[in-house]
DNA sequence: GTCTATAAGATGATAGAC
DNA sequence: GTCTATCATCTTATAGAC
């Protein structure tokens, strides 16, 4: 470690994290992130040889905290509607808390034009995301606490989508009423 | 008009376009455009000074097709059931037909680069839909063959959030099923 | 209207010194 | 590990000839 205090590897991760979140992929370079963490560029190539390999490290880390969050869900002696409200909350808080957009809702905006392996760890954490809501949807179904109609991986692909749409929707007008509403609004027609 | 057929500024305007859908605002150039259709980077510059009034330009049409557009559903003699169907049809008809995201979806994704007048369009973009289906909810609502909580502003707001979520979704697993299910199970719960 | 020429700066990377 | 130096290439323009 040179600058600052911590590990350089993390603050490259952290402070990658947060343009990309806030910029999306192609509107953040080496010389940004370099600048701000006040190293050179030079230096981010040794921890990570391309920006391909950044993108998908962060990515990955991204989804890892997700699961993590998700199982503490999991844990939690509570209905599936409020386990699905504390979700919504979990989606939020990046932007509620940071004014951040989620970092694969912004990558998939731009899936065209990212390498394949970033795009498939984007689509990894959809999919995870998709199939623990599928099953706590199914779970509320079951003990009558939540209620929609069809398969539930349909559902909660539909919901999941929608949230990211919710988030996008609030980043673009700057608007944390917007996401609320849109969340609450979702997750009511589930509701019994 | 010096190559192809037609005038190079419907030329320009058709190809930006379709990179913008595809590509975003970001990873698209003044290069990749000229070379497409044929002519040099400066003759783009004699038709927009600079990116971000090509991508203001382009919004704007975007956003006068879809009011076209909207205005031929309310001359429908359909219920409102109905329309919200094909209204729906006409914002993935992009995606099922030509394989683009929504103009405004992408950019909405990158809002936080963009020139200043490009966010505004394309907020006037999200607030035009929402106000029609806003309208449009709420007659639904009255005739008893749509059925929601809550502001109608609120639900449009929602709805259409979570309808360009489905694109984004669609967009990046290139899936017709998903956006044809999000798009069903959206409106469903709206039905009566 | 379209071109050539050109500019200043950014970008993603690499080689090799310290 | 971090740096300097350097790279080829791309990007967003501008000036001015044709």
């Given at each position: 470690?040179?600058?600052?205090?911590?590990?350089?590897?993390?603050?490259?991760?952290?402070?990658?994290?947060?343009?990309?979140?806030?910029?999306?992929?192609?509107?953040?370079?080496?010389?940004?992130?370099?600048?701000?963490?006040?190293?050179?560029?030079?230096?981010?190539?040794?921890?990570?040889?391309?920006?391909?390999?950044?993108?998908?490290?962060?990515?990955?880390?991204?989804?890892?905290?997700?699961?993590?969050?998700?199982?503490?869900?999991?844990?939690?002696?509570?209905?599936?509607?409020?386990?699905?409200?504390?979700?919504v909350d979990?989606?939020s808080?990046?932007?509620q808390?940071?004014?951040?957009?989620?970092?694969?809702?912004?990558?998939?905006?731009?899936?065209?034009?990212?390498?394949?392996?970033?795009?498939?760890?984007?689509?990894?954490?959809?999919?995870?995301?998709?199939?623990?809501?599928?099953?706590?949807?199914?779970?509320?179904?079951?003990?009558?606490?939540?209620?929609?109609?069809?398969?539930?991986?349909?559902?909660?692909?539909?919901?999941?989508?929608?949230?990211?749409?919710a988030?996008?929707?609030a980043?673009?007008?700057?608007s944390n009423a917007r996401l609320n509403a849109a969340g609450k609004w979702?997750?009511?027609?589930?509701?019994?």
């Open positions: 470690m040179s600058a600052k205090d911590g590990n350089t590897l993390d603050r490259i991760l952290d402070t990658a994290e947060s343009l990309m979140q806030t910029r999306g992929y192609n509107a953040f370079s080496f010389r940004d992130l370099a600048k701000i963490i006040e190293i050179k560029p030079a230096s981010v190539h040794y921890y990570f040889q391309n920006k391909g390999d950044l993108g998908k490290a962060l990515v990955m880390r991204y989804s890892k905290r997700f699961e993590t969050a998700r199982d503490c869900l999991d844990r939690l002696n509570v209905t599936s509607a409020e386990k699905l409200d504390r979700y979990l989606l808080d990046g932007f808390l940071k004014g951040r957009m989620c970092l694969c809702g912004v990558l998939a905006a731009e899936a065209s034009t990212l390498p394949s392996d970033v795009v498939e760890e984007v689509r990894t954490f959809f999919v995870a995301n998709e199939t623990w809501l599928a099953t706590l949807l199914e779970s509320g179904r079951q003990s009558g606490d939540l209620r929609f109609e069809g398969a539930a991986i349909e559902a909660a692909q539909s919901l999941f989508a929608a949230l990211e749409g988030l996008m929707s980043w673009t007008f700057s979702l997750v009511a027609s589930l509701k019994t």
